[in-house]
């Protein structure tokens, strides 16, 4: 048994994608545990990431104080497009926002449930795709912040979505289309302003997730209402685990959950 703050699976990209969780100053792979018995059980506690302690979130993954304060919880994490940074406008903290706004971003097509378009750090693309159940995704645009990113984006959503049917990505209920093709399509529409950004190269990456058995009827686990009693693993997808009775469990969506973490 260990006690374990709940946070999101940290990733690696081979094939298949590669899980991990912490526990403490030992990292986990979560893809042995695949065949085995899973129980968690929910001690009525959650942290927000500034170190407080409650018995529930205010909103999201964040205290009252971090949600209307920190810059982790602005509009603009978000809505790219709402970024300021780049007019050295403080949204929340000026410094913080010009650390993270004012890098290199992708604009991405990829396909998890359909095809979809989305906005992500140079450094963060590959984990990204992971962590929505991507099984292909494509380099769009690449932009020297955010907001410029965020403008792309907001375009393209006049013909592409920017959300994930969850249930459809889990059951591997999936609408392809040729990226490559996709891109040329959407990149004629973009104006001169914005289509410099668009990357000439066009490599489809691949994504192959550690799966025995898609579930046919999702059924989700939400520790405020159940714990995982002793279940059995068949596979991993996005940031689910996926259960042989066809239960899934969304490990982001429960960030900040103390636990009592069992594998048999």
Same mark, same amino acid.
């Given at each position: 048994?260990?006690?374990?703050?709940?946070?999101?699976?940290?990733v690696? $990209?081979?094939?298949?994608?590669?899980?991990?969780?912490?526990?403490?100053? $030992?990292?986990?792979?979560?893809?042995?545990?695949?065949?085995?018995?899973?129980?968690?059980?929910?001690l009525?506690?959650?942290?927000?990431?500034?170190?407080?302690?409650?018995?529930?979130?205010?909103?999201?993954?964040?205290?009252?104080?971090?949600?209307?304060?920190?810059?982790?919880?602005?509009?603009?994490?978000?809505?790219?497009?709402?970024?300021?940074?780049?007019?050295?406008?403080?949204?929340?903290?000026?410094?913080?926002?010009?650390?993270?706004?004012?890098?290199?971003?992708?604009? $991405?097509?990829?396909?998890?449930?359909?095809?979809?378009?989305?906005?992500?750090r140079?450094?963060?693309?590959?984990?990204?795709?992971?962590?929505?159940?991507?099984?292909?995704?494509?380099?769009?645009?690449?932009?020297?912040?955010?907001?410029?990113?965020?403008?792309?984006?907001?375009f393209?959503?006049?013909?592409?979505?920017?959300?994930?049917?969850?249930?459809?990505?889990?059951?591997? *209920?999936?609408?392809?289309? *040729?990226?490559?093709?996709?891109?040329?399509?959407?990149?004629?529409?973009?104006?001169?302003?914005?289509?410099?950004?668009?990357?000439?190269?066009?490599?489809?990456?691949?994504?192959?997730?550690?799966?025995?058995?898609?579930?046919?009827?999702?059924?989700?686990?939400?520790?405020?209402?159940?714990?995982?009693?002793?279940?059995?693993?068949?596979?991993?997808?996005g940031?689910?685990?996926?259960?042989?009775?066809?239960?899934?469990?969304?490990?982001?969506?429960?960030?900040? $959950?103390?636990?009592?973490?069992?594998?048999?």
């Open positions: 048994m260990h006690k374990l703050l709940i946070d999101k699976m940290s690696k $990209y081979n094939d298949p994608v590669d899980y991990y969780i912490q526990l403490g100053d $030992y990292s986990l792979s979560v893809n042995d545990l695949i065949g085995k018995k899973i129980s968690i059980n929910w009525n506690t959650v942290f927000c990431s500034c170190g407080r302690k409650m018995k529930k979130f205010y909103r999201q993954s964040f205290c009252y104080d971090c949600f209307w304060n920190s810059p982790e919880a602005s509009p603009s994490i978000f809505k790219p497009e709402l970024c300021t940074a780049h007019l050295n406008i403080e949204e929340r903290d000026l410094e913080w926002e010009k650390k993270f706004q004012l890098q290199p971003h992708l604009v $991405y097509l990829s396909i998890s449930s359909g095809l979809k378009v989305g906005v992500t140079k450094n963060s693309l590959e984990s990204r795709w992971i962590d929505q159940g991507a099984i292909e995704g494509i380099v769009f645009a690449e932009t020297p912040n955010r907001y410029l990113a965020g403008k792309i984006e907001i393209l959503k006049n013909y592409v979505a920017d959300r994930t049917s969850w249930m459809k990505m889990l059951k591997g *209920d999936i609408n392809k289309v *040729d990226l490559i093709i996709k891109k040329n399509e959407l990149s004629s529409y973009l104006n001169p302003e914005l289509k410099k950004y668009v990357i000439n190269k066009s490599e489809i990456k691949k994504i192959n997730f550690p799966i025995n058995k898609l579930p046919n009827k999702v059924k989700s686990i939400v520790l405020d209402k159940k714990n995982i009693p002793g279940l059995k693993l068949v596979g991993i997808k940031q689910y685990l996926i259960f042989d009775n066809d239960e899934v469990f969304n490990v982001r969506r429960h960030k900040g $959950y103390l636990v009592d973490f069992f594998t048999s």
